[in-house]
């Protein structure tokens, strides 16, 4: 079995401060993506190349104490691809793919930090100018390798994928626009990406439990009024050998709950 999970962290020495490189030791998953690592190299010099075992491959910003994308594998890669040749989103460091290719498949684990557009109609407009540029970047890559793609998406799909859908419509993360986007995507039609949704795939029907980050607001996380923003999207090949999920909520390392998903192959 190959045991992926995917951690938005806000902030790689906070989580750490948390108890989450114990959490992985526990886990032993043979891959980790971690999204708003909010470190630099210098920051990763003598600390953080390595966690339970596994070793780090880092996409810094250029921009310090922001944004940033790991990987920690068990496995070394063939290849490391740092970013996915747009300047301004490769110097937010917002992609890292690690290929692991064999005589039989050409396989890539991507961590990716989709932009979140919150903060005001500036961000929101870099948000979908990262979503229109992306969508054919993952068309192209489809076409090369099957991969699975672990992320903080900063979209909420459909209804079911938050608590408070209805008082939602108008704020970034459930926008018409970006669930539209989130629609073509895992459209197979001719129009489509043809990528899997997985969670959703193994758990059609799942609500509140399906959540993976609240607001700092509030109650949010006591009352779990929540959203699901972190996902794994994969190639159908690869989404068909998903087997189980779980998304970890007994200790907190950050505003995001970490996503586990086990495939039904090794590498």
């Not at 068309?139 to 998406?153: H, M, N, P, S, T």
């Not at 859908?165 to 018409?176: A, T």
């Given at each position: 079995m190959f045991k992926l999970t995917s951690l938005n962290l806000?902030?790689?020495?906070?989580?750490t401060t948390k108890g989450v490189a114990d959490w992985v030791a526990q886990?032993?998953?043979?891959?980790?993506?971690?999204?708003?690592i909010r470190v630099q190299a210098s920051d990763v010099t003598g600390r953080f190349e390595e966690m339970a075992g596994l070793k780090g491959h880092f996409h810094f910003a250029e921009k310090k104490g922001y944004a940033g994308t790991a990987i920690y594998t068990r496995h070394e890669p063939t290849e490391v691809v740092v970013g996915w040749g747009d300047k301004e989103f490769d110097a937010e460091g917002r992609y890292l793919e690690l290929r692991f290719d064999t005589p039989k498949r050409k396989f890539s684990v991507i961590s990716c930090y989709?932009?979140?557009?919150?903060?005001?109609?500036?961000?929101?407009?870099?948000?979908?100018?990262f979503l229109a540029g992306f969508f054919p970047h993952?068309?192209?890559?489809?076409?090369?390798r099957e991969f699975v793609l672990c992320g903080d998406i900063n979209i909420a799909h459909k209804e079911v994928d938050l608590k408070n859908w209805r008082g939602n419509q108008k704020n970034s993360g459930f926008l018409p626009e970006e669930r539209a986007w989130m629609t073509r995507l895992l459209d197979a039609g001719a129009?489509?990406?043809?990528?899997?949704d997985v969670y959703r795939m193994l758990k059609p029907d799942t609500t509140d439990a399906a959540y993976t980050w609240w607001s700092n607001r509030g109650q949010a996380y006591?009352?779990?009024?929540?959203?699901?923003?972190?996902?794994?999207?994969?190639?159908?090949?690869?989404?068909?050998?998903?087997r189980n999920e779980e998304i970890y909520k007994t200790i907190k390392f950050s505003d995001h709950a970490p996503i586990t998903v086990?495939?039904?192959?090794?590498?």
């Amino acid at each position: 079995m190959f045991k992926l999970t995917s951690l938005n962290l806000n902030g790689l020495r906070s989580a750490t401060t948390k108890g989450v490189a114990d959490w992985v030791a526990q886990l032993a998953p043979d891959c980790i993506c971690m999204q708003e690592i909010r470190v630099q190299a210098s920051d990763v010099t003598g600390r953080f190349e390595e966690m339970a075992g596994l070793k780090g491959h880092f996409h810094f910003a250029e921009k310090k104490g922001y944004a940033g994308t790991a990987i920690y594998t068990r496995h070394e890669p063939t290849e490391v691809v740092v970013g996915w040749g747009d300047k301004e989103f490769d110097a937010e460091g917002r992609y890292l793919e690690l290929r692991f290719d064999t005589p039989k498949r050409k396989f890539s684990v991507i961590s990716c930090y989709f932009p979140s557009g919150s903060s005001g109609e500036e961000r929101q407009a870099a948000k979908f100018r990262f979503l229109a540029g992306f969508f054919p970047h993952l068309i192209a890559l489809k076409k090369q390798r099957e991969f699975v793609l672990c992320g903080d998406i900063n979209i909420a799909h459909k209804e079911v994928d938050l608590k408070n859908w209805r008082g939602n419509q108008k704020n970034s993360g459930f926008l018409p626009e970006e669930r539209a986007w989130m629609t073509r995507l895992l459209d197979a039609g001719a129009d489509g990406a043809g990528l899997v949704d997985v969670y959703r795939m193994l758990k059609p029907d799942t609500t509140d439990a399906a959540y993976t980050w609240w607001s700092n607001r509030g109650q949010a996380y006591a009352n779990n009024v929540g959203w699901r923003l972190d996902y794994h999207l994969a190639t159908p090949t690869i989404a068909a050998l998903a087997r189980n999920e779980e998304i970890y909520k007994t200790i907190k390392f950050s505003d995001h709950a970490p996503i586990t998903v086990e495939y039904a192959f090794g590498l």
